[in-house]
């Protein structure tokens, strides 16, 4: 993958900015992964500037509603503009199984049958399992189930000449995903707060981490590069700030704690392979 376009780093009930949702780009083609918890997902898609029809491959991690409902406007969106001979070719829907019974559910629940009918036919889901390995727009994903003590939830693994990147999904890391995250150059993980916020957002009670505890994580990984997402957004504004001179105190590797909208470079970090 080329480069990650952030579409949002918020946690399930931010209003400062969007749940954290991105988008992988490979040449025109783009990944989507989640889709935020309702229709500013086609904000976000315009605000960035990402052209809805190159989007052929979304992964959906897990089904809790700011991962989830945006889903449905993406699939109304783009089921809307085949419908309309306005989308070539298929949307390819990865997720686990229980997210295809969800993901249909939802769908038949609250778009027209015109858009409906589109499902099964151009729009795919494929059910994935643990440590499934499938070829997306030219690269090795794997699969990966990150033991959630809340709702089953994958995460996954991307395999390109030179680099590694690896999605923890949005909860903390658990040791049984060690095969999958060693060796990882890029780690996209959740930090709900800092660490010494903790006391104020109380991020074990939710099962999530501290800018501190992913940090501590990266730097024991020996991962090169690490993105801190999924957020509290009331330092929103300072977070950056805030967030990279705690991390630092911990982490030596390259840091990013970006906003919603910013594009990070992959291919320019790229090792000889």
């Known amino acids: 993958m080329e480069k990650l376009t952030v579409l949002g780093t918020g946690y399930a009930m931010a209003t400062r900015c969007y749940n954290t949702c991105f988008a ?11 889709a935020g918890g309702g ?28 991962h989830l409902l945006g889903v449905v406007w993406v699939i109304r969106k783009i089921a809307t503009m085949m419908v309309d001979g306005k989308f070539e070719g298929n ?11 969800a993901i249909t559910t939802l769908v038949q629940m609250t778009l027209t049958k015109k858009l409906q009918n589109m499902m099964g036919q151009r729009i795919i889901l494929h059910p994935v399992q643990d440590g499934e390995r499938q070829q997306i727009m030219g690269h090795t994903v794997t699969f990966f189930d990150i033991g ?3 709702i089953k939830q994958f995460g996954f693994r991307v395999q390109q000449p030179g680099q590694v990147l690896t999605c923890l999904g949005d909860e903390p890391y658990n040791p049984r995903c060690k095969s999958f995250v060693t060796g990882t150059d890029w780690l996209l ?3 709900f707060c800092l660490y010494a916020d903790r006391e104020r957002f109380r991020p074990y009670e939710k099962n999530h981490s501290t800018v501190k505890d992913a ?12 993105v801190l997402w999924h ?9 950056k700030e805030l967030y990279t001179k705690e991390g630092r105190e911990f982490y030596t590797g390259d840091l990013y704690v970006p906003y919603d909208l910013e ?5 320019s970090h790229k090792e000889e392979a």
């Open 148 to 150: 959630s003590t809340k």
């Open 231 to 239: 957020t509290e957004d009331k330092t929103y504004d300072q977070r």
């Open 263 to 267: 594009v990070i470079q992959l291919d």
């Open 91 to 101: 949307l390819d829907i990865w997720c686990h199984d229980e997210l295809v019974q």
């Open 39 to 66: 229709n500013g997902i086609l904000r976000q898609f315009e605000d960035a500037k990402l052209p809805v029809e190159r989007i052929h491959n979304l992964i959906v991690t897990h089904a809790h509603t700011d």
């Open 24 to 34: 992988l780009h490979q040449g025109e083609e783009l990944l989507l992964v989640d």
């Open 189 to 191: 993980c959740e930090a």
């Open 215 to 226: 940090c501590q994580l990266a730097q024991e990984l020996g991962i090169k590069h690490l």
